[in-house]
């Protein structure tokens, strides 16, 4: 078993995976198809993450870091697997350039995509300049340019933030929570009022999930001290009155029509299966599941393994996923791709 692991997606699912293998005294060839590692957090601009309110450029930008410093794995950015044939201890791995990968085993750490608010056009994205997606929040704060109006660049005196945009949608072929966005939307509403007190913040929700141990972290410290308001809401359809944003739907608490002015609407938008997954799924000969997501056999029993041998998954490319769980299951993975031809060997003596 001399021949490296390799790792696809260079994310944080990916960085952990790499580590993970190199740190076993194994070597990983890990490569990227955009022109810098860190995924999401990195290409996108992400500010603090959550939970660790660490920033996105320090926190994933330090994993890089230990990646590329570590003699054990072998960096190859700009660049896709082209195909991908063998078996379990021989598989090849032909890349865009030419070159020829042989590889042990094989880790699918290929992430996910942000939803395309244009897939919900009476919300007013690409319509109206100031409504914007999370991540182009994230991106003014991120950038320190702090919290500004597209349109004319002047601070909002009103934002809100609509919820599971592009997430829990039948009609759109969403049917799945994303996970993270009601955290997410909790952290930067704070993170707004931080950097513009004067600034006041609204969350417009189904139902606020933040799940696990985020609850009193972020749903209840941003009402308590923060002073985000949350409202239980419907929205029709966000549109302009010449001056201002205008958000109309309907307040299911209460169950009468609302009709409120803002300068700034929030798209908090979810997480779909990464574009790519139906070419992937052709190249490396693995199954993908109703969503679009790269399928697993069982939680249980198989773990982070795909339908072909030999090939493991990590992260978001199995569905929507917290970074510090995507972290663990690139880590997960590691140690089944490093152990696979004991495991096989030991259940085949059975």
Known sequence: MTKPILIIGGGPAGLSAAHAVASSGRKAVLVEKEDRLGGAPILSGYAKLVPSHEWAKDAIGGMVTRVTDNPNVEVRLDTAVQSFAGEPGAFAATLKDGSVIEADTAILATGFTHFDSLNKPEWGFG????????????????????????????????????????????????????????????????????????????????????????????????????????????????????????????????????????????????????????????VFGVELNKYGYIAKPSTYLHMSETSRPGVFVAGAATGPETIDDSIAQGHAAAMAALTYHATHQIKAAE
Request: with cysteine; proline share 4%.
């Open 127 to 282: 319509t109206y300049p100031d409504v914007v997606t999370t991540v182009q929040v994230e991106q003014m704060i991120s950038s320190g340019a702090g919290i500004r109006c597209p349109s004319d660049g002047r601070v909002p005196d009103r934002v809100a933030i609509l919820l599971c945009v592009g997430s829990r949608d039948r009609q759109i072929g969403r049917e799945w929570c994303s996970k993270i966005c009601c955290s997410v939307s909790a952290n930067i509403a704070m993170e707004i009022r931080e950097l513009s007190p004067k600034t006041n913040v609204y969350i417009y929700y189904m139902d606020i999930r933040t799940f696990g141990l985020l609850e009193g972290e972020y749903y209840w410290k941003s009402q308590e001290e923060a002073k985000v308001k949350y409202i239980k809401a419907r929205i029709a359809e966000v549109t302009s009155d010449g001056k201002r944003l205008v958000v109309k739907g309907e307040d299911t608490l209460v169950k009468r029509p609302i009709t409120i002015p803002f300068d700034m609407v929030v798209h908090a938008i979810g997480m779909d299966p990464n574009v790519d997954n139906m070419t992937l799924a052709a």
